[in-house]
Structures are given as structure tokens and as C-alpha cells.
């Protein structure tokens, strides 16, 4: 079963814009990742947020984490063409760290 | 900078044979994962070891098994090649329970005819 499901599965904004994708996840976590998959090619991992922090910050990134709600957001500010990719959450769970994803949303940033 | 490498980029296999994915990673890391990735369904878990052959089962194990005999290394193995497991393979590891960043590799291209 899936840890998490992305909302929107799809977007598409100019650049310059900021993008927000949304995740929703099942059980308990230990912590929340979002990772960014360019066509084709493995995943490379973005930022991290432990259970017991609610916001977190890097770079144009922002994080949010609602453990309530078992959901998190990731928020792109100032979208560049570069940023064109697939985005996952992926919750890790349990003393082995199992990490189990999402299904994904497609972000396409046009010129 | 940490390094996952998996023996193939794409493959090509009969239905019915034995294949095998291998993965290693160059930076000591404790746990590693294989995943399946589908159009529509994202990444879906396989198996997963947290040591030298230990294992557990992901969501989809069926079909799979595992081998880690070392800790660099980490192979799935389809016993019985199908049609329906035609698919994107991921290697990926992480360093312990308590860093759990995953670093992946380019990913196995599989096709069963």
C-alpha cells in the first residue's frame, strides 16, 4: 500500500510562479522526505522533516508538516524551467527507516 | 558524494528465466531498498535490508527474493521472469535508522517478452 498520496497528480505553471504540491499519508511516520525525479533517472532527495517539526526551509523549498492531519506540503518559490519534474513524499517509518512513497506529482514549468 | 550503482541500465529477458538486479553502494550505508516504479502507481516498495542478510518484505515482494551478503551489496532476483513484471527497478540506500536520506541509483529498465 501506498505511504502517501500527492495531490495534484499534475501542474503546470509559468515561471516565475510559486508551485505547491500536497501529500497525504496513512500511518505514523518518523519523518517525511520529498525527493525530485527528472525523466527517466533516479530520485534525488530534497529536504527532510522530522515528526516533530512543523516547518522546515531550504533553499526556494518550504516544508510543511501537519501530523494531526497526516499530511505535509512542499511549496517551490520562484519556479524555474530546471524545476520541471516529478515530486514525491515518501514517509519513513519504523526502527528499520522503511521508506514507502507516494505516487507522485508532475510539475511543469514553462517559460 | 555517495554512490549507488546498478549493473544495468536496461535489460531485456525471456519470459520464465531468473534474473537478476544488482545493486552497490559505496558509502557503508546499513539499510537498502529495491523498488518497482509504474506509471501511475509511483514507487512501490519490494524488499528492503537493515544489515547483512537481513531482509523484510515491502509491499509487492511476490515474485522476488533478495540476496545481502554483503553490506555493499544488495540483489533482487525475479525466480520466474513474467511479462507483468516489466518495469522501472531502483536501487536506493540509506545510512542508519536515524539518517534515513535515501540516495538512489539511475534505475534498471526491465522488459519480459
Known amino acids: 500500500s501506498q505511504q502517501g498520496e500527492e495531490d495534484p497528480q499534475a501542474l503546470s505553471i509559468q515561471e516565475g510562479e510559486n508551485a505547491t504540491m500536497n501529500c497525504s499519508y496513512k500511518t505514523s511516520i518518523n519523518n517525511l522526505q520529498w525527493y525530485r525525479q527528472n525523466s527517466g533517472r533516479g530520485l534525488v532527495h530534497l529536504i527532510l522533516?522530522?515528526?516533530?517539526?512543523r516547518e522546515k526551509h531550504s533553499g526556494r523549498l518550504r516544508v510543511t508538516l501537519d501530523t494531526s492531519k497526516k499530511s505535509s506540503s512542499l511549496l517551490i518559490t520562484a519556479s524555474r524551467a530546471a524545476d520541471t519534474a516529478s515530486y514525491f513524499c515518501?514517509?519513513?517509518?519504523?526502527?528499520?527507516?522503511?521508506?514507502?512513497f507516494g505516487t507522485g506529482t508532475r510539475l511543469q514549468v514553462t517559460l | 558524494d555517495v554512490k549507488v550503482t546498478q549493473s544495468s541500465r536496461y535489460l531485456v529477458k525471456r519470459t520464465g528465466e531468473k534474473v537478476f538486479l544488482e545493486c552497490v553502494q559505496d558509502m557503508d550505508h546499513e539499510n537498502m531498498f529495491w523498488y518497482r516504479q509504474d506509471p501511475g502507481l509511483g514507487l512501490r516498495l519490494i524488499y528492503f535490508s537493515y544489515d547483512v542478510k537481513m531482509k523484510e518484505k515491502g509491499d509487492i515482494p511476490e515474485g522476488y527474493s533478495v540476496s545481502r551478503e554483503k553490506k555493499e551489496r544488495f540483489s533482487l532476483i525475479l525466480e520466474s521472469a513474467s511479462t507483468n513484471q516489466t518495469s522501472m527497478y531502483l536501487c536506493a540506500s540509506s545510512l542508519s535508522y536515524r539518517e534515513t536520506e535515501a540516495f538512489f541509483g539511475q534505475g534498471t529498465r526491465l522488459t519480459v517478452v
Open positions: 515518501a514517509g519513513s517509518t519504523g526502527t528499520a527507516s522503511k521508506l514507502t
Open positions: 522533516i522530522r515528526s516533530n517539526e
